[in-house]
Structures are given as structure tokens and as C-alpha cells.
């Protein structure tokens, strides 16, 4: 009877474990607050991408940053502009590419999940 008893309560807390012991990853999308609508890029300049950080949750999936550009929604994912920094610094220095001219631009920032810029531009001197 004790025996059954214990079995009992060992399988309760076997199942109350397995409710509670997958860890809580949170996705983390962090609002980029530079570049903004209307910037002008120039080709071969420095600039930081920058973003929110403090809505981060305390676990993040995917805590390395990835930075692309973006035409018309589409990635250039053969062409990361920063790739392996920590997604909560909230700012990664890039370098402006080389882009055919008469296009409007967007950065994607990826952690656990692709966060869009407003559209701007890129030119070249
Ligand atoms: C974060 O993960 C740690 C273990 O890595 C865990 O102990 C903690 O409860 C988690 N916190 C949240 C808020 O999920
Ligand atoms: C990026 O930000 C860092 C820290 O504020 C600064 O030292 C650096 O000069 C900035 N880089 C550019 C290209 O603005
Ligand atoms: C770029 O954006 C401007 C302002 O939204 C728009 O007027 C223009 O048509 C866009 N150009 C292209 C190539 O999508």
C-alpha cells in the first residue's frame, strides 16, 4: 500500500516535473531605431544599426545577431552586413555595400526572429 502510494506521488511529480521543466525561451524582436525612414546611406561609410534592447527577455532563443539588407522584402543573404555579435548590445557597426541606384533599402536585424527597418536609401558619391 505504501509502495503504491509513493508510486503514485512519484509519477504525479514525474508529471508535474515534465510541465514545468521545459526551460522558457522567449523570441526577442528587437525594434531597430537606426537606420530610419528617409536616411540616406552612402556607399562605403560606416554607420551602427542600432535597436531597442530593453524588452529583451530575460532567456533568448537565439541570442547571435545577424544583419542584412533588403530590397522590396527581399534579403541578400549571401551578403550578411555583420554576422556573430550579441543580439543585446542594441547597436553593430556595418559598412555600407556597393547597391544598383534607384531602390529604396532596408536593414533586417535576426535574432530569433527577422526584425525590418523602414525603407531608406543608398547612394554612392
Ligand atoms: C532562464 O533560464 C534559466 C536556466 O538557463 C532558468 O533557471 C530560469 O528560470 C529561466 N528564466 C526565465 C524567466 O525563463
Ligand atoms: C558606433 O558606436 C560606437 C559607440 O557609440 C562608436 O564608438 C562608433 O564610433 C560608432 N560607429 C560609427 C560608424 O558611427
Ligand atoms: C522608394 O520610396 C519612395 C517613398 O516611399 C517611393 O516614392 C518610391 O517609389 C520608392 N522607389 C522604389 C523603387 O520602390
Known sequence: MISFTTFILTLLALF????????????????????????????????????????APVNITNGIGRVYLATNTIIDLDHPLAIGFDILDGRVAIQVPSVPRGQNYSIVLFGDSGNYSPEFTITSL
Open 16 to 55: 508535474s516535473l515534465s510541465l514545468s521543466a521545459p526551460m522558457r525561451r522567449d523570441v526577442f524582436v528587437p525594434p531597430i531605431t537606426y537606420p530610419q525612414a528617409g536616411v540616406i546611406w552612402i556607399t562605403g561609410h560606416h554607420h551602427n544599426v542600432t535597436w531597442e534592447t530593453h524588452d
